[in-house]
């Protein structure tokens, strides 16, 4: 099935340039596992970084509310693994089957809202974005051009990846809700056979041109976020 793509949503963004003394390098920030969030765009802006080198690099900073934050694990060889959705069990507690108690299925990956904090937020980052985030909301930056094919707004509800523990996005997917497909996405690679697995998205250096039918891009369970 074929989409049309309208970018006036990103154009209408106003633009926010930012001298940078120094060379600008991202790699500091992308160290560890990192995230995996869902949550909805409470607003958008538009920066330009310019360094000592005169280099721009430009991004869009999408700052989310967050209302579901995981670890992103890995195995040995590299593979990503499904997360620990903080899921329960019911323990038999006594002789009654009516008795019992609910504990945790091995040890949760889920973030509190201080622990995400803590993680993503970098203060010589919010020097350029602070003014623009919304109380209660996390700023995070994507490539401006890999957004050109993802047709984003506020109030979007989107799921994403993070490169490593810091506030740039690896993959980026726009839900669905009624139906819990995937929309269209930008960025990332397919991992998995189950939640990253279903969010069909593609790395940040291919720059995105088709996106997925409904059927093939259906995205995770609501049941699989649920504590």
Not at 76 to 98: A, C, D, I, M, W
Not at 177 to 198: I, R
Request: hydrophobic letters at 25%; glycine letters at 8%.
């Amino acid at each position: 099935m074929s989409r049309l793509y309208d970018n006036q949503p990103l154009q209408s963004v106003p633009v926010i340039n930012h001298s940078y003394s120094g060379h600008w390098e991202t790699h500091q920030y992308e160290k560890g596992n990192g995230l995996l969030l869902e949550g909805n765009i409470e607003a958008r802006s538009r920066h330009v970084i310019t360094d000592s080198s005169q280099k721009k690099y430009r991004y869009y900073v999408l700052h989310m509310k967050v209302q579901r934050s995981h670890r992103r694990q890995f195995d040995s060889s590299g593979k990503e693994l499904e997360p620990n959705f903080s899921q329960t069990k019911k323990v038999q507690t006594g002789y009654l089957q009516s008795s019992y108690k609910v504990e945790a299925k091995g040890q949760s990956d889920k973030l509190s809202q201080e622990q995400l904090e803590s993680v993503l937020i970098k203060a010589d980052l919010t020097k350029l974005t602070g003014k623009h985030t919304p109380k209660s909301c996390i700023p995070l930056w994507i490539q401006e051009e890999c957004l050109e094919k993802l047709d984003l707004v506020d109030g979007e509800h989107v799921r994403l990846k993070t490169k490593g523990n810091g506030p740039f996005i690896d993959s980026i997917t726009k839900m669905d809700l009624e139906h819990v497909n995937v929309c269209n996405y930008a960025g990332g690679d397919a991992v998995g056979g189950s939640w990253t697995d279903k969010v069909m998205a593609v790395k940040l250096q291919d720059h995105p041109t088709t996106t997925q039918d409904d059927e093939e891009g259906a995205g995770a369970d609501d049941d699989e976020w649920d504590d």
